[in-house]
């Protein structure tokens, strides 16, 4: 009885750490979110620049622009990453769910 209720604990501990790591998989989903919102908001700005640079003529303000768009494609690759991981972390959440259900059964 001592190691059915010793199961039980060891159980919840896992479900717990399950839960924990459910949480910090979505506060990921929620950071890739919020770069993807800026990457946006970027992508705007360097079109706009972009335009402008065209209409203009600027060298200059075109190549600033190619670097910007660079750098707006690290950020998106950076959120996916992050996606990916966070995704990661769901799977093993889930998996712990599992494991901790079969040791209360």
């Given at each position: 009885e001592a190691q059915a209720a010793d199961m039980l604990v060891e159980a919840a501990e896992v479900q717990a750490r399950a839960s924990e790591i459910h949480a910090q998989a979505i506060d990921m989903q929620a950071q890739a979110a919020e770069i993807l919102s800026r990457v946006a908001e970027v992508q705007m700005q360097v079109s706009a620049m972009q335009v402008q640079a065209e209409e203009q003529g600027h060298v200059a303000a075109r190549a600033q622009a190619a670097e910007m768009?660079?750098?707006?494609?690290?950020?998106?690759?950076?959120?996916?990453?992050?996606?990916?991981?966070?995704?990661?972390?769901?799977?093993?959440?889930?998996?712990?769910?599992g494991q901790a259900a079969e040791m209360q059964a």
């Open positions: 768009q660079a750098q707006v494609a690290q950020m998106q690759v950076h959120a996916a990453q992050m996606q990916v991981h966070a995704a990661q972390m769901q799977i093993r959440a889930t998996e712990m769910q």
